[in-house]
């Protein structure tokens, strides 16, 4: 059995979800959901404009976004993106973490800060033994599904 797995919402979910959040978290409303932050920013081959709903995480560095999906390929090597986040739209730099240790330690500490619960819902993990997973076990799941850290700092 596996101790923990990726489980994506079914896809209607999401799409209806992402539609609801790109209107409220940059309008008033926004600065009352700290739970999620909106990531907008152009593609690095094509330029094409993304704006991107994502839990929002935060620590000692400051926030991150924690993701499978391929748009954070467009922060490999650092990109600029606007963040709105608790109704404030801020310019920031995004810098995609490619180190797999790193990602690791990154989402096992989520995990344990979040408990087993909480990180299912926010990360999107199930946890199918009811114990916190080990490093080893969260660091082959990330390699198996692509799991990234985009990494979020102020532009100076």
């Known amino acids: 059995m596996s101790t923990v797995e990726w489980h994506q919402p079914p896809a209607p979910l999401v799409k209806t979800l992402n539609a609801v959040l790109r209107r409220v978290l940059p309008s008033p409303l926004g600065r ?90 926010e990360i999107g993990l199930r946890f199918p033994a009811g114990r916190l997973p080990t490093l080893d076990e969260v660091a082959e799941l990330a390699r198996r599904e692509h799991f990234g850290v985009v990494r979020l700092s102020d532009q100076t």
């Open 32 to 121: 009352g959901v700290r739970e999620f932050m909106l990531l907008a920013f152009a593609g690095r081959r094509t330029g094409r404009a993304y704006r991107v709903p994502v839990t929002a995480h935060r620590d000692a560095e400051g926030l991150y976004a924690l993701t499978p999906a391929g748009w954070r390929a467009n922060f490999r090597g650092g990109a600029d993106v606007a963040v709105t986040y608790a109704g404030r739209t801020t310019p920031m730099r995004g810098l995609l973490v490619e180190d797999e240790a790193a990602v690791a330690r990154t989402y096992l500490t989520r995990i344990t800060e979040l408990g087993l619960r909480r990180a299912g819902r």
